[in-house]
Every structure is written in C-alpha cells, then in structure tokens.
C-alpha cells in the first residue's frame, strides 16, 4: 500500500472537523446543576440533578455531551427514565422530554485509572479536576459547551483521614461527618457559569492563609494548597496574588466577586494553569519557589500564571466565550493583561523583548505550517489542540495593536463598555471589537480581518530622501503568502509605530512635540511622506514590535548600529542587534553552502562590544541582546532550511563573539559576580542574568578559566538560578567539570521532580552527538515518572524542541526516538503527545532527506489501531503538506 493511500484511507474514517459556521444556540438551557461526588479511587460516583427548560420552538430531543462514563442511572421529574439512547461518539440522546424538567443522571467514573488528566483525576494522593475544554463530559452526561450558564451547588463525600479538605467553586455552606470515617462539604456557586469552569479538589494539604481587602473594601479570604511540606515554597505566590488583585482594580478597575479565592497545587497537570471559578488549579510548577530550589525564571513565571488566572475571573468567567472557536476572546485578551502587569511591575522592554522572542521562534513557524490556523480558527477537529501560541500570544499581540491604535484611555473605556455590555454572557470576538469601537469612535472594520486570516504578513519598506525640498518618503508593501488551511490573503490593518534618528542619532520632530507616530498601513502599498527632514533620517519601524509581522528594510551595517546606540525605545535597540545578527546568519549560511568562507565584520563586533561595556543600559537588556536569533527562530530566515549550516554559521558566529569579546565577558562576569542575600528583586535578577550569560561566553573559548568560575560559582551561590546558570555554562561549554556537578545536583535534589526537571531540560539539551543515548538512559533514573508531563516535557520536550541540531540528526535517530515516545503516550495521555509532536510536524521546508525520514515516522503513527483525535488532526494535516 503507498503512503497516499493509506493517509486517504485512514482519512475516510476520519473524525469530524466541526466548523465555526455551523454554530447553533443551544435548545436546551439549564439555570442550576446540584452535583454530589462520592469520591473512590476506582469508583466514583456523581449524582447530577440539573434543571432544564427547552428554549427552542420545536419539540428535538435533548442532546448531553458524555465521554468514558459508565451511565447508571436516568431520572426525569424523579421518575425513573428509559426513553434515551447513548451515541457511541460520546453522548446521549434523551427523548420525549416536557419543556421544562428536573433531570437526574448518576454516573461512575474510575479516576485512577485516568491518566489523561482530563476531567476527574487522581494527582498523588489527591483528587483533582480539569474540565477545559471538554472535560466535564467525562465526569457526568451535560451540555458540556460555554454558552449554557449554570448556577452549580457541589456536595463533595469522601475519607476524613485521607481528604481532609474537600473543595469547590464559590462558598462553603456545610459541612459534617458521615458513618465510616467519611466526611462532607458543601458549596455553592453564586456565579452561573459554563461547565468548564467547574473543579473540585480533595486532598490532604498544607495551606497557606492570607486576606485581601478589595478597594470597595470587602475583605476576600485567599488560601493556597500545597503538598505537606511545601509551605517554605509558597510565599511568592500568595504574594503574586495580592499584586494580581491590587493590580486589575488600578489598571483595569476591575475587583474581585466572591469571599474566597482558593489555589490549589497539583505535581500532574498537562498545562500550566486553569482559572476555575474561585478555585484555581495550578501546576505545582507555577507555584512553588524559595531561593534554593527556583530560579529567577521561575519567580517571573510564577508571578505571571497568577495574574493571568486572576486576570480570567473577568476576562473569561465573568464574561466567558460562546463556543471554542472564540477562545481567543478570553485568552489572547487576558495574556495582554498579564503581559501588561509584568510590565508594569517589571520592565516593560525586558518582558516585550521576551514575547516577541517567543513569537518569532514558535509562533511564526506554527502559523507557517501545517497547524496554521487564525487566532480566531474557523474549523477544529480537536478542541485540545488550538490551545495554542496562535490564540494565545498572536491574540494578545491583536489586543496590543487595538491598544496602540486606540490608545490607554479609549482602550480602557472600551474595557468598561464590553463588561458594562457583557457581563454574566457567553459573547464572541465580534462583540469585543465592537465594544471597543464603539468606545473610541475608531473604525476597526478592516482590523477585524486579524480575527480571520492566519499566517504571518511579510512588511517590505523601501524610502527614498529629497534633499531639495527636504522631503523623506517610506513606502510599505504588505504580503502574506498563503497558508495551509487559507489560500487566499487579504491586506491586514497594520500600525507601524516609527521614529526617525537623523545623522547625529537625535531623534526628528513628527509633529508638534512628538518625535514618535503610529501609522495605519491598511492598503497592500502605501506610502508616507514627512516634511522639514533635514538629512537622510535612519528609519526605526515596528517600535516595540507594533505588529506581529515580519519586515525587511535594506539596513546597511552603520544604520543598524545607529538605532542600537540612538533609539529611544529599548526593544528597537535589542531588535536591530537582531537583525544584525540575522543578517551575517543568512550571509554565513549562504557561504557555507557555496563553501566560502566565513566572516563577521569588525564593525559587528565594534557594535557589541560598546553594547557590553555601556554603563547605563539595563544589564538585562545587554544580556537580551547577547541573546541571538535561535536555530529554531532563524528557520523563518530562510525559504529552504538547511538545518546543518544553519547550526554551523551560527556557531561559528557566537564562538567569533565570545573569542573577540572574551576579555570583557570576563570583566563583565566579574563585576555582577556578587554574593548576597537572594532576592527576586528586577535589578538583582539583571545582575544574574547578565553575569550568567557572560559565563556562557567565557566557557565557548576558555574551557580551563570557565571551569574554575563554573565550580566556585557553584560552591558559592545561595540561589537556583546561580546554580543553574553555572551548570548551564558547563553544559553547553562541555567543560571538565560537567559530570561532576551534574552528579552532585542530582544527589541532592533527586527527590525534588521541578528541581530535577531542570537537570532532565539540560541533560537535553547537551550539545553532542551521545545526548540521545543518555536520553534513553534516563528514562530509568529514580526521579523520571513517564506518566509526569512536567517530566516528559524536560527530558523529552527538551530534547526535541531545543536541541534542534542533534534532534534532526540526518540519521532519523531524533524522529525515531519522539515517535516511539508519542505512540506510548497515545494510550495514556493524548493531549501532551499532541503538544510534544510540534517540531515532527514542521517539515516542509526541510531538506529531502530529512523530509523522508519524517514522514516515515509520521506514518507509523497514522497506521496504529487507536490513535488519538488529537494526533490523528496534526499527522493527518503533516503528511498532507
Ligand atoms: N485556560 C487555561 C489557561 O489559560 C488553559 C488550560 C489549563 C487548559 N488546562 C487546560 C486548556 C487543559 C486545555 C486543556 O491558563
Ligand atoms: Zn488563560
């Protein structure tokens, strides 16, 4: 059998995509659900009693989400119900319904077994759920979709001793103890909500207390749920959450709802965070952190997660979306928000530098392959799967264009307007644009088409300067070449925010008093004209990355370095030494592949080098900038992508930087080398990043002055992230040392699974050929649990995703190993193979070889018995390319 055939074959079969245009409103309303769990590991029960009114005209049965469930009963007005039949795809079918009933279904479910974490399962000891997005259709028959609001009451029954606390969403109303040695608590919800939202926790916990007073002064109870023995780690975040709460009220002028905001934290979690409704469930990952056990990283991380699940209990909760296909509504919109509150606690230009990072190494390739879809997709087949860079980060860099196009004041009295509108309903992406343009007057027709085009728009900028009548001219030609789901594009709304450096680096009047303005490219050419500009100005386009878009201006070397010493916005400055950088990348890789030499100028260098020694930029930004283009960002450089001498140039590239640099790297380690109290303080952590990375460097060239560093760093340090950051350098330096005090770590921190994950993520990311083979090794050390997606993520996430030389190994070794991985993981837990198989399936502009290699891999997967939807979707798109 050829490939084609199997693929059309396995295709035939194919599960359905369900499309955006086929949205109906449900026939069915429900006002409240009263759910009781009698909690067993392998057998629990869920009684459901829900009151439900048709609201459509015509008499249809009444169709009720269920998936995995073993169905014991059906009631209707408490009268014993048989007039139903299941439907094998994961549902029920109830007929012959009054218009307006009590309808009862008792369910058992066996949550130990449920190692998808999907729905109600056990995490350690404890009980846990998680219902986004289709979850709680595998906890009890429902119409589990966001547009039917419910009020929910929870009775939660279980062991005393084992499960102490026993949580939901909303308040405590009872409690009590049951005959052998069980207990119960009640709780009820005042909000209605969609059943997504919905979570319950049982457990046995150590808890951390604190209160917060909202700024109407109403006192919230905040509590914080950890493993016994966590409570040294949990201080950061109870912090975090106060700042979250003060945060939104100053900014957004938006308060807290209930009486309680409960976190709780959980060692087995396939994502990061989930913002159920007063009861947060987070990754433990996200949430514990002292001095010696996380790094800085860590801290940012923490602080970011909590602001962003806050952030939902408006932006998601108290107005959630209508169906799936809108999740960016909630998503895109509240990553802005935590974006802006680290910001505004941190440094703006540091956190924007971050997440532009992450859209050009992630976000760029995802939209350019074979998952591209718009923040707002038009058909899915796998709802799991569009949780994904495009709805998140591409849709909070939507949100951030309305900002700049709008302004903060018109953005936030479009804020007011689209809860003022929407409070307590289940809206669209349409309904957010119109609040905000009907907030401010501004017409964002034209803008909403970013809801509906996908791929990244190419931005091509030429000029042209007058010196007779001191004219400068820039002309914008906008491109985006066709996607995998969308052949044809339109032109996009594109504000290009610009300021003009003349000769002597100072920055030239735009308009009165301004020397910065914001331009609407909305035509596929246009072009702007500036009077009074005295000399041919150096153009400094997409400030503060005003677009997620890719652009090309013909900079020669000097105007680059101009805007790297002049420009008034610190993200331009790091941006054109990225671009300078790209530029010698895409040189380099041409001579290699012509077997020419290769070079990086003296001016490069020149360039940098005042960039390390500047005394008043921010030793993050320098450290940002000495973080250059990565393999995997530098593929969307090049039309053909030649892994290998994308990976040669740029070492070559970095060892010229470090050797030419060395004696100042020194200097630099040397002067934020100090030793004091830990702090996750902006500037301590800039010291360390700075320092850290210059350790880097010194460790490319002089393996015997790193090693020495390496090692006193090591037994000097009071914190992770010193820690880290010297094994770091051993690691990617392969210094002498490396096993040592990789050896060391691990007996000291075996027992920790996040502190090991770090070790597990550098092991990956060993920069020589045997990585694989230790890989594989690993897979029987003491702290690897398969089943731990944290775990996973770090050894074998790692691995494929970062160490992108080694993972593409011309041998097909890399692609072999993953797929072995991913058709383990198929059975178990189908929505972390899904997010691990990304760098499997973004092939198209690879060599032949490798392509192969791949594809042969891929089909392995297509061809097993029972392969998941979720990685059915992406091979079945992959192998169409
Ligand atoms: N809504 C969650 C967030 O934004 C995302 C999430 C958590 C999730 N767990 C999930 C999405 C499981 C899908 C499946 O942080
Ligand atoms: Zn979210």
Redesign the pocket.
């Known amino acids: 059998m050829s490939q084609v055939d199997s693929l059309e074959e396995v295709i035939e079969k194919n599960p359905q995509e369900k499309h955006l245009s086929d949205y109906r409103p449900s026939d069915y309303s429900i006002s409240t659900i009263d759910l009781e769990f009698d909690l067993f590991d392998n057998q629990t029960t869920v009684k459901a009693i829900s009151q439900v009114k048709r609201v459509s005209a015509k008499a249809t049965p009444l169709f009720l989400f269920g998936e995995s469930l073993k169905l014991l009963s059906v009631l209707v007005d408490d009268v014993d119900y048989s007039d139903f039949e299941l439907i094998e795809e994961g549902g029920m079918l109830i007929n012959s319904l009054p218009d307006s009933f009590k309808l009862e279904i008792n369910t058992e479910v066996d949550p130990a077994k449920n190692l998808a974490f ?1 729905g109600l399962y056990k995490s350690g000891e404890a009980f846990c759920t ?1 219902c ?2 289709e ?1 709680f259709r595998r906890i009890t028959y429902y119409l589990d979709r966001p547009d039917v609001l419910a009020k929910f009451s929870t009775k939660v029954i279980a062991d005393k001793t084992l499960y102490p606390y026993l949580l939901s969403n909303g308040n405590q109303v009872d409690q009590g103890d049951l005959e052998g040695g069980r207990h119960f608590v009640s709780w009820v919800d005042p909000f209605p909500k969609p059943a997504y939202l919905f979570a319950l926790v049982a457990g046995d916990f150590d808890c951390l207390k604190d209160t917060y007073t909202t700024k109407s002064g109403r006192e919230v109870e905040l509590a914080l749920f950890v493993d016994k023995g966590n409570l040294d780690k949990t201080q950061h975040a109870m912090l975090s959450l106060k700042k979250s709460m003060q945060w939104d009220e100053q900014r957004f002028n938006l308060e807290y709802d209930l009486d309680i905001y409960m976190i709780v934290a959980v060692d087995f ?7 159920n409704k007063g009861l947060n469930i987070f990754n433990s990952k996200f949430v514990l952190a002292n001095p010696q056990s996380a790094t800085d990283q860590d801290y940012l991380g923490i602080e970011a ?1 909590i602001g ?2 806050y952030f ?1 209990n408006w932006t ?1 909760n108290r107005i959630t979306c209508r169906d799936w296909f809108q999740l960016s509504l909630k ?1 895109g919109l ?1 990553v802005f928000r935590d974006q802006e509150f680290s910001s505004d606690l941190g440094s703006r230009s540091v956190n924007r530098i971050a997440n532009v990072m992450t859209m050009r190494d992630h976000q760029f390739s995802e939209d350019a392959g074979p998952m591209s879809h718009p923040i707002r997709p038009e058909s899915v087949m796998e709802m ?1 799967n569009f ?1 994904t860079l495009t709805v ?1 980060e591409k849709g909070s860099e939507v949100i951030r264009m309305l900002h700049t196009l709008l302004g903060e004041e018109k953005f936030q009295q479009g804020m007011q307007l689209y809860v003022q509108r929407h409070d307590g309903q289940a809206v669209t992406c349409d309904d957010f644009v119109a609040a905000m343009q009907d907030a401010s007057a501004i017409d964002l027709i034209l803008f909403k088409r970013w809801y509906s085009q996908s791929g990244t728009p190419n931005v091509f900028v030429t000029d042209h300067y007058n010196n007779i009548n001191n004219t400068y001219q820039i002309t914008f030609k906008q491109k985006t070449l066709p996607t995998a789901d969308q052949a044809k594009k339109l032109p996009l709304h594109i504000p290009i925010d610009i300021e003009l450096l003349d000769n002597k680096g100072n920055a030239i009047e735009l308009s009165k008093g301004r020397t910065t303005r914001v331009l609407s490219l909305t035509h596929k050419e246009q072009t702007f004209v500036f009077q009074n500009v005295k000399s041919k100005p150096v153009p400094c386009l997409f400030r503060g990355f005003s677009a997620p878009v890719k652009y090309q201006y013909a900079y020669s070397d000097e105007q680059l370095l101009d805007i790297m010493s002049f420009a008034s916005d610190e993200f331009s400055r790091w941006d054109a030494g990225q671009t300078l950088f790209n530029k010698y990348l895409v040189k380099n890789v041409k001579a290699l592949q012509q077997k020419e030499a290769l070079e990086l100028p003296e001016i490069f260098i020149d360039g940098f080098k005042s960039v390390l020694v500047s005394e008043n930029l921010d030793p993050a930004l320098i450290a940002d900038m000495f973080t250059f283009t990565s393999e995997n960002g530098a593929r969307e450089l090049f039309e053909y992508v030649d892994i290998d001498a994308i990976h040669h140039a740029r070492h070559f590239m970095l060892q010229e930087i470090a050797t030419q640099l060395h004696e100042l790297f020194v200097d630099t380690y040397l002067r934020h080398h100090k030793l004091k109290a830990y702090q996750a303080d902006i500037n301590d952590i800039a010291e360390r990043k700075l320092k850290n990375i210059s350790l880097i460097f010194i460790a490319l060239v002089d393996k015997k002055l790193a090693n020495e560093y390496v090692l006193a760093q090591i037994d000097s340090c009071n914190n992770m992230t010193d820690h880290l950051g010297a094994l770091t350098a051993a690691n990617i330096g392969l210094l002498p040392c490396r096993s040592d005090v990789m050896k060391a770590f691990d007996d000291t921190w075996y027992e920790n699974g996040l502190v090991m994950d770090k070790w597990f993520a550098l092991q990956a990311s060993m920069p020589c050929e045997k990585v694989l083979n230790n890989i594989e090794n690993l897979f029987n050390h003491r702290s690897f649990v398969f089943n731990n997606p944290n775990r996973l993520r770090s050894l074998v996430g790692a691995f494929a995703q970062n160490n992108t030389y080694h993972f593409h190994n011309i041998d097909g070794s890399g692609y072999q190993f993953l797929t072995e991985q991913l058709i383990k993981l198929n059975s178990l837990n189908p ?1 972390v193979a899904s997010r691990l198989i990304t760098p499997l399936i973004q092939f198209k502009r690879l060599d032949e070889v490798r392509i192969q290699l791949i594809k042969k891999q891929l089909n392995r997967l297509l061809v097993l018995p029972d392969l998941a939807v979720d990685l059915y979707e992406k091979v079945t798109k992959a192998l169409a390319q």
């Open positions: 999907e998680q986004e997005a979850g979690f396939n994502m990061g965070a989930m913002e997660v962003h699940e939902h998601g998503e509240t799991n949780y998140y929505q």
